[in-house]
Structure formats: C-alpha cells, structure tokens
C-alpha cells in the first residue's frame, strides 16, 4: 500500500481524473434501491465499471480505513437490502392479488431478485480490487484526533474515523496540486449529517477543501458529472 507521498508522485503524472469515495458511499452501492435512487445506482455502477475497465476512465483511490471498514459492514449492507426486496415483493404481490381481483386477469407476477445483493457487491469489491489503498500513517491520525477533540466535522461527536479519512484525502489533493495535477479530483460521501450544513460542504471543511482544489460530492451521479464522465 502506499504511502501519500507514494500515490501523490505516480498519480501526478496520470491524464485521469481521481475518485476518493468513503465507506458509507461504497456501502450505499450494495444497499443498492434501498437506499439510492435508480439514476444515482445507475451511475454509480457505471463509475464503477469505468474505473475497472481496460483502459480505465478514471482512478479509484481509497483512503487507508475504508477498505476494512467496507469489509466489516457488508453484511449489514447486505441485510438491508434483502430487507427492502422483501418487503418489495410482499407489497407487490398484495397489488397483484388486488389488481387481479378487479380485473379478474391474472399476469404474471415478476419478483425482485434475491441475487441482486450478491451482483451488487461484487461490483464494489472489483472496484475495491482495482483501486490503490493508502496505507496507514500515525500523522493522519494525530491530526483526526485533532478534529475530533476540537468537535470540527466530520469529528462532530469526537469520532476521529471520518476526521482521519479527510486528512488524507486532502494532503493527497494538496500534493496533486503542487505537482501540478490538472484533472479533477472528487471525495464522495453520503455521510450529509457530518460533512454538510444546509445541504452544502460544513464551513469548517470547505476552506480546507477549496485550498486543496478537491471536489466534494454526496451523490454518485453528481460525483461522475464532477469528474467529468
């Protein structure tokens, strides 16, 4: 894994531009129609699918505790979407049977797919498999836990995990930058209750991420119209 000084120099001379997703944006994918809307799934997978292509489109890059963190939460991803297919199915057969009472026709009835949740997380985890995974630095996580004693977001109830995600999404934005990175370079979360005020980036983020010329987005749609795809 490499360090951020590593990525920033073999990034540096890439014509592609760069997606730093978090956990809870990846995790979305695999919740999948319970959670994201059809056009936001739609281009979440193609991003995702440009990112693994030959050649790719775009470079995907993950900050040193999303990658465990996707791996210890898939289950509860998982369960929340068969959930939701469940209770899908239950519903629409309840309209069938109702429909068909009415009507006295008898269509048949097409029912979610219970493997939705296996084709949806393998696509994370070839995304997962493609990307460069920063490795940990105790710098970052001194400055997380900064965040997080001072309540500064995302650290908002002193949880220092988000804190130490951005640190290194922005000194690796801020090295792009002096090293003269022209392409886009986006962090995605859907974590709005610790990064946004009022729908937009918190003030106490949005100097640090203007200085660093990073990109914030909460959707994956709006994330690939930033990246420029």
């Known amino acids: 894994m490499p360090s951020v000084e590593q ?11 760069l997606l730093l997703p978090d956990s809870c944006a990846l995790l979305d994918v695999v919740r999948g129609p319970s959670r994201l809307s059809t056009a936001e799934l739609r281009d979440a997978l193609a991003l995702l699918a440009e990112v693994t292509a030959l050649p790719a489109a775009c470079t995907l890059l993950l ?7 996707v791996t210890e939460n898939l289950p509860m991803a998982r369960a929340s979407l068969s959930k939701f297919i469940a209770q899908t199915n239950r519903g629409a057969a309840l ?7 009415l009507s006295q026709v008898r269509d048949p009835i097409v029912p979610f797919s219970q493997t939705l949740p296996n084709e949806l997380e393998s696509r994370v985890n070839r995304g997962i498999q493609s990307a460069s995974v920063l490795d940990r630095e105790d710098r970052f996580d001194v400055l997380g836990m900064g965040r997080a004693v001072e309540r500064r977001r995302p650290a908002r109830q002193g949880k220092a995990k988000d804190a130490v995600i951005v640190e290194e999404a922005l000194e690796l934005s801020r090295m792009l930058l002096a090293l003269g990175h022209q ?17 937009v980036l918190h003030p106490d983020l949005d100097p640090d991420f203007g200085a660093a ?9 709006h994330a690939r119209h930033l990246l420029g795809l």
């Open 7 to 17: 990525a920033a120099a073999a990034l540096a001379v890439s014509s592609l531009p």
């Open 63 to 69: 900050p040193s505790l999303v990658s465990r963190e």
């Open 95 to 101: 309209l069938h049977d109702l429909v068909t009472l």
């Open 183 to 199: 392409q886009p370079r986006v962090f995605l979360t859907s974590n709005t209750a610790d990064f946004c005020e009022r729908g």
């Open 213 to 221: 010329r990073l990109l914030f987005a909460t959707r994956w749609d």
